[in-house]
C-alpha cells in the first residue's frame, strides 16, 4: 500500500493502482494491493483491481507466445525482420498494421534480441507462425482464467487479464 500511495500521491485526480508479487520459488502470494480503499464507502470500495479488474495484458503476453514456439522447436535464435513498420496479411484480405512502440529497430533480430527489447513487429510475426489459438492455449494452461481470443494482436496484449493472473497464481484466489 505504501508503494502504491509513494507513486499515485492524489487519490482525487490520479488512477487506482493494483500490485501482485508472487515468490517464483512456491508460487504464494506475497503481497496484494487491490485499490485505495477497498472497506471505504467510495465508489471503488468493495471492488479488487487484482483479482477482478481486467486490463490488456500488453507486452506481458509476450512471454506466452515465446513459450509457444519454443514447446514447437523455434529456437532463440530465429531470425526475423525486425522494421519499425509492418503489415501483414491476415485471412479474409485484411491486413494487420503493426509497430513498434519504443525501440524503432530495422534490419533483422533473433527471438532473444526481440524479447530484450520488445520488438512488436518480431513478435507479431511470430504468433502468425506458431498460431494465436496455440498461443491463448499456453497462456490458459499456465493460469490465465479471463476467456482469450485467440487473434494474432494477442501478442499485443489486447486480451483483458487481471494482474493475479499475470502474476501467476490465480488457484483458490478468484
Do not use: C
Not at 499515485?8 to 503481497?31: K, M, N, Y
Amino acid at each position: 500500500e505504501q508503494a502504491v500511495a509513494g507513486v499515485l500521491t492524489d487519490p482525487a485526480h490520479e488512477p487506482s493502482a493494483a500490485v501482485v508479487s508472487i515468490d517464483p520459488r512456491s508460487g504464494a502470494v506475497q503481497a496484494l494491493v487491490g485499490g485505495r480503499d477497498y472497506f471505504g464507502n467510495g465508489p471503488q470500495a468493495k471492488f479488487d483491481l487484482a483479482t477482478q479488474g481486467q486490463r490488456p495484458a500488453g507486452s506481458a503476453f509476450k512471454p506466452f507466445v515465446l513459450t509457444t514456439a519454443l514447446e514447437q522447436g523455434i529456437g532463440l535464435d530465429k531470425v526475423y525482420p525486425s522494421p519499425a513498420e509492418l503489415d501483414l496479411p491476415l485471412p479474409g484480405g485484411q491486413v494487420w498494421n503493426v509497430r513498434n512502440y519504443e525501440d524503432p529497430s530495422s534490419g533483422q533480430m533473433n527471438l532473444l534480441e526481440a524479447t530484450v527489447h520488445s520488438i512488436n513487429t518480431v513478435y507479431a510475426q511470430l504468433i502468425i507462425d506458431i498460431g494465436p489459438q496455440q498461443a491463448v492455449d499456453t497462456a490458459t494452461r499456465l493460469g490465465i482464467q479471463s476467456p482469450l481470443q485467440p487473434y494474432p494482436s494477442a501478442v499485443l496484449g489486447t486480451n483483458d487479464v487481471t494482474p493475479i493472473e499475470m502474476g501467476g497464481r490465480v488457484d483458490g484466489l478468484l
